[in-house]
T-cell receptor
Framework: EDKVVQSPLSLVVHEGDTVTLNCSYE??????LLWYKQEKKAPTFLFML????IEKKSGRLSSILDKKELFSILNITATQTGDSAVYLC??????????FGQGTTLQVKP | DAGVIQSPRHEVTEMGQEVTLRCKPI?????LFWYRQTMMRGLELLIY????????DSGMPEDRFSAKMPNASFSTLKIQPSEPRDSAVYFC??????????FGPGTRLTVT
C-alpha cells in the first residue's frame, strides 16, 4: 500500500532557528513529490521534486529529494513567526493520486 | 485567474439532509480533485476527474457520497443523506498536470 510518513509531527522553535522537516515514502511508480504549506486555510504549493539530488530553493525555503533512500527534506532557515503552519508532503504515483502525509505542525515563537 | 472557486464556504445542516458542494476549477486545468480534511484523518482524496471523467473514486467513503463533473468548468460533490461524521472541510483542487495542484478555499461542513 502506498504511504507517506512525515516527521516530526510537531515542532516548536524560536525565530531565527533553522528547521528540517522529513518526508519518507513508499509508492508504486513514483512520479513526483510535492510540499505544501497550510495555514488556516487551503494548502498552498511550495515545491515539486522529480529528480534526486537537485535542490529547489525559494527564499529561505529549500527542498531536496533522494529517490534511492525514498525521502525528501524541507529546510527553512532563519525562521519567522509567519512560517508557523502545517507542512504537508505528498507523493504522486502511477495512479494519478496524490498520497498525503499526516503533516508536520511547525510553531515559530518570537 | 480567480483561482479555484468553491461554494458555499460554510454549510450547516441537520442530519439526514442533502448537501451539495460546488467547485469551479481554474480555466484550462484538466484535472479536478475533491478532498476531505479532518483533525483525525488529515487530508484524504475522495475522487478525481481527468477531462470530466472520474478516474479514481476509491476514496469516496460510501454510497451516500457522489460526485459529478458535467463540464470542464463545474463539479459537484453531493452527500445524501448527511451524517454528523461527515463534518469536515471539503477542498476542491485543480491542476494542468499530474503534479502541482491548486486548492480552493474549502467548504466547512457541519452536520448536526
Amino acid at each position: 500500500e502506498d504511504k507517506v510518513v512525515q516527521s516530526p509531527l510537531s515542532l516548536v522553535v524560536h525565530e531565527g532557528d533553522t528547521v528540517t522537516l522529513n518526508c519518507s515514502y513508499e509508492v508504486t511508480n513514483f512520479r513526483s513529490l510535492l510540499w505544501y504549506k497550510q495555514e488556516k486555510k487551503a494548502p498552498t504549493f511550495l515545491f515539486m521534486l522529480t529528480s534526486s539530488g537537485i535542490e529547489k530553493k525559494s527564499g529561505r525555503l529549500s527542498s531536496i529529494l533522494d529517490k534511492k533512500e525514498l525521502f525528501s527534506i524541507l529546510n527553512i532557515t532563519a525562521t519567522q513567526t509567519g512560517d508557523s503552519a502545517v507542512y504537508l508532503c505528498a507523493v504522486h504515483g502511477n495512479t494519478g493520486k496524490l498520497i498525503f502525509g499526516q503533516g508536520t505542525t511547525l510553531q515559530v515563537k518570537p | 485567474d480567480a483561482g479555484v472557486i468553491q461554494s458555499p464556504r460554510h454549510e450547516v445542516t441537520e442530519m439526514g439532509q442533502e448537501v451539495t458542494l460546488r467547485c469551479k476549477p481554474i480555466s484550462g486545468h484538466d484535472y479536478l480533485f475533491w478532498y476531505r480534511q479532518t483533525m483525525m484523518r488529515g487530508l484524504e482524496l475522495l475522487i478525481y476527474f481527468n477531462n470530466n471523467v472520474p478516474i479514481d473514486d476509491s476514496g469516496m467513503p460510501e454510497d451516500r457520497f457522489s460526485a459529478k463533473m458535467p463540464n470542464a468548468s463545474f463539479s459537484t460533490l453531493k452527500i445524501q443523506p448527511s451524517e454528523p461524521r461527515d463534518s469536515a472541510v471539503y477542498f476542491c483542487a485543480s491542476s494542468s498536470n499530474i503534479g502541482e495542484q491548486y486548492f480552493g478555499p474549502g467548504t466547512r461542513l457541519t452536520v448536526t
